[in-house]
């Protein structure tokens, strides 16, 4: 029997779109609905306070209206603020999305990674009980960035980007004193895979990059094994507040199977 119940991506942008697609390249026959928290970007400068107060409750209204069969919060602050609050509040799994410190420690060569991610998520403890648990024997360096967050952001927009911006990012993470032992980042916000290539070419010297997106999508092909799936897999991207969408974003939500755009 179908199950039109879509699965529910929420970020507090574009972001999540970097986990939304190893999600479907295991899940072809889902139908998605991507919600892009608009209205209160960027998370990364916001108080935890507020994500702690915003997130539970907006989530509340998009699973009334929707009705997932699951959620998941595409975005490494909102998960370290919220996602607990999240679990207790609705009644369906909620997976979240933790910054990829286990896989990066086990392919460090060097024992000294990066963990790139906005201000709120590198200051997190959780951050700190992952290295401790994941990475004791590494060197664990972290750098704040809210302008990769924009860069990511303007790209999808088809803006072009400047690549100096992308070296004085990685130039925060690398320059920090035992940085020049760095050989694996993490990618601890979603956005950031989505300039992964552009990270790699401003990078003094070869880097690996790691990031959660397959991870989250093998955790929710798990969660929903052996249930039932639409006859005809749906997309559609949702702004929290009235939003113009260009003709370049337009077109990249649509190579990702998105082609319906609608506000909350």
């Not at 997932?68 to 490494?76: D, E, G, K, S, T």
């Not at 997190?124 to 992952?130: A, F, K, M, N, S």
């Not at 303007?154 to 400047?162: F, I, N, P, V, Y």
Request: aromatic share 4%; hydrophobic share 45%; glycine share 10%.
């Amino acid at each position: 029997m179908a199950d039109d119940r879509p699965i529910l991506m929420f970020d507090s942008g574009v972001g999540g779109l970097s986990v939304l697609a190893p999600t479907r390249a295991l899940l072809p026959q889902a139908s998605f609905v991507y919600v892009a928290d608009n209205g209160g970007f960027p998370y990364g400068i916001r108080s935890e306070a507020e994500i702690a107060a915003r997130v539970p409750a907006l989530l509340g209204r998009l699973v009334e209206r929707h009705r997932p069969r699951l959620v998941v919060i595409a975005c490494n602050t909102a998960s370290t603020i919220a996602l607990t609050a999240v679990r207790a509040a609705l009644d369906l799994p909620v997976v979240g999305t933790v910054p990829a410190i286990k896989p990066a420690a086990a392919l460090s060569k060097s024992r000294a990674i990066g963990v790139l991610g906005t201000d709120a998520t590198v200051r997190q403890p959780y951050v700190d009980d992952l290295s401790a648990r994941f990475a004791s024997d590494c060197l664990v360096i972290r750098h704040g960035s809210a302008r990769l967050v924009e860069l990511a952001e303007a790209k999808l927009r088809g803006e072009a980007t400047d690549p100096a911006d992308y070296a004085e990012v990685l130039a925060g993470l690398l320059g920090q004193p035992g940085g020049e032992r760095i050989d694996t980042v993490v990618l601890a916000c979603t956005h950031f895979p989505l300039v992964e290539e552009e990270l790699a070419r401003a990078a003094p010297r070869p880097l690996r990059f790691v990031d959660g997106g397959p991870g989250i999508a093998r955790r929710v092909a798990h969660l929903t094994e052996g249930q039932d799936w639409p006859a005809e897999s749906k997309g559609e991207f949702v702004f929290t507040a009235p939003a113009e969408a260009g003709d370049a974003l337009r077109t990249e939500l649509a190579a990702r199977g998105l082609g319906t755009l609608s506000t909350l």
